[in-house]
């Protein structure tokens, strides 16, 4: 597995390359594209549900933008692991050899019980087999639950 952190500009600049509109100029060709994202969408949320517990755990969005983009969250550190990485990288490939799709995962855990620990939000995309996580927000330690190693 590849990951690459980014800070700043640096990872809004490679996270927005995902929202490059696509000319789909008929709306047979609009069916066909929103038949695919459904089909990412649904393979994702299969393929996370198979191991982590979907609310809990996990939710895949069912929003979408004429795109290359899908998005979801993750709430727990039980699937905050390789495991996941791999998952969605495994999963996407599946569905899109060439790389084109973009999976984000807003992460928002919550503190533990009797803690004075505050909520966590980071945030990574996975696209074309590489984890980019946004190093402003995600620390050393969550990073190497992933499997980062930089």
């Given at each position: 597995?590849?990951?690459?952190?980014?800070?700043?500009?640096?990872?809004?600049?490679?996270?927005?390359?995902?929202?490059?509109?696509?000319?789909?100029?008929t709306?047979?060709?609009?069916?066909?594209?929103?038949?695919?994202i459904?089909?990412?969408?649904?393979?994702?949320?299969s393929?996370?549900?198979?191991?982590?517990?979907?609310?809990?755990?996990f939710?895949?969005?069912?929003?979408?933008?004429?795109?290359y983009?899908?998005?979801?969250?993750?709430y727990?550190?039980t699937?905050?692991?390789?495991?996941?990485?791999?998952?969605l990288?495994?999963?996407?490939?599946?569905?899109?050899?060439?790389?084109?799709?973009t999976?984000?995962?807003?992460?928002?855990?919550?503190?533990?019980?009797?803690?004075?620990?505050?909520?966590?939000?980071?945030?990574?995309f996975?696209?074309?087999?590489?984890?980019?996580?946004?190093?402003?927000?995600f620390?050393?330690?969550?990073?190497?639950?992933?499997?980062?190693?930089?």
């Amino acid at each position: 597995m590849r990951f690459m952190v980014l800070v700043g500009d640096d990872f809004k600049v490679e996270y927005h390359k995902a929202f490059k509109k696509l000319d789909l100029a008929t709306e047979g060709a609009k069916e066909r594209f929103r038949e695919e994202i459904s089909r990412i969408q649904e393979g994702i949320e299969s393929a996370l549900g198979d191991r982590w517990q979907k609310a809990e755990d996990f939710e895949v969005g069912y929003d979408y933008d004429y795109c290359y983009h899908v998005c979801g969250g993750i709430y727990s550190n039980t699937i905050l692991c390789e495991e996941y990485v791999r998952t969605l990288v495994e999963t996407l490939h599946g569905f899109d050899p060439d790389g084109l799709w973009t999976y984000h995962t807003s992460c928002e855990f919550p503190p533990a019980d009797g803690t004075d620990e505050k909520w966590w939000f980071g945030e990574m995309f996975v696209r074309d087999g590489v984890c980019y996580l946004n190093g402003d927000y995600f620390p050393i330690s969550r990073r190497e639950q992933l499997g980062c190693r930089e």
